[in-house]
Structures are given as structure tokens and as C-alpha cells.
Nanobody, 124 residues
Framework: RTQLVESGGGSVQSGGSLRLSCAAS??????MAWFRQAPGEKREGVAA???????EYADSVLGRFTLSRDFSRTTLNLEMDKLKPEETAMYYC????????????????????WGQGTQVTVSS
């Protein structure tokens, strides 16, 4: 059974840093991404990467978050710096078997596999 398991969430003060990791049970995913959802809000794309290994970021995190995928293609890491209270949310790892156009990478509609999520809380 295909699985995605997130880790690394926690509580941090505003301006702090956290590193999230997603472990995949297969190395065949061509596209992987991180999404987040705050209570009462829509799920939004944070960062994604496809087989070209060039990350795509949401404008709101550009310059503060860094997405990377290990050589084995089974681990997706999200380094988050200068966190803001409004970024408190459940963060989800997602994946799909095929590639996507860059313009669709942060659209959750296209992802078939999802992890259970890891909570990130940023206090002011």
C-alpha cells in the first residue's frame, strides 16, 4: 500500500524555523508537494517538485521555504524559515505518479496520494 508519512511538525515562535520531512513508500512518484490547511480555510499549495528537481513555491513562502528531494526520491524535505503566525496549519505531503505542468503543481486537485499531516504552530 502506497504511503506518505510526514514528520517534523511542532511549535515555534514567530521568526523561527522548522524542517518537515515526508517519507514515501515508493520512489516512483514523479511529483511531490507540500500543502497546508488552517482551520476553516481552504487547503493551499506551499511547494512542489517534479522529476526535473526544480521546486515551485507559493508566492507567500518564496525566499523563506526551501524544498528538496533526496537522491533516492523517497524523502521530501521542506525547510521553513522566518515562520509567521498565520502559517499555523496542518501540513500535508502529497504525491502523484505522473508529472504536471508547472502551472498546476500547487493545485491539490491533481494529487492522488496524501499523508496524514503534521501540525505546525507558530506563536506570536
Amino acid at each position: 500500500r502506497t504511503q506518505l508519512v510526514e514528520s517534523g511538525g511542532g511549535s515555534v515562535q514567530s521568526g523561527g524555523s522548522l524542517r518537515l520531512s515526508c517519507a514515501a513508500s515508493t520512489n516512483t512518484f514523479r511529483t511531490m508537494a507540500w500543502f497546508r490547511q488552517a482551520p476553516g480555510e481552504k487547503r493551499e499549495g506551499v511547494a512542489a517538485i517534479t522529476q526535473d528537481n526544480i521546486p515551485e513555491y507559493a508566492d507567500s513562502v518564496l525566499g523563506r521555504f526551501t524544498l528538496s528531494r533526496d537522491f533516492s526520491r523517497t524523502t521530501l524535505n521542506l525547510e521553513m524559515d522566518k515562520l509567521k503566525p498565520e502559517e499555523t496549519a496542518m501540513y500535508y505531503c502529497a504525491a502523484r505518479d505522473n508529472s504536471l505542468p508547472r502551472s498546476d503543481l500547487l493545485d491539490d486537485w491533481y494529487y492522488s496520494y496524501w499523508g496524514q499531516g503534521t501540525q505546525v504552530t507558530v506563536s506570536s
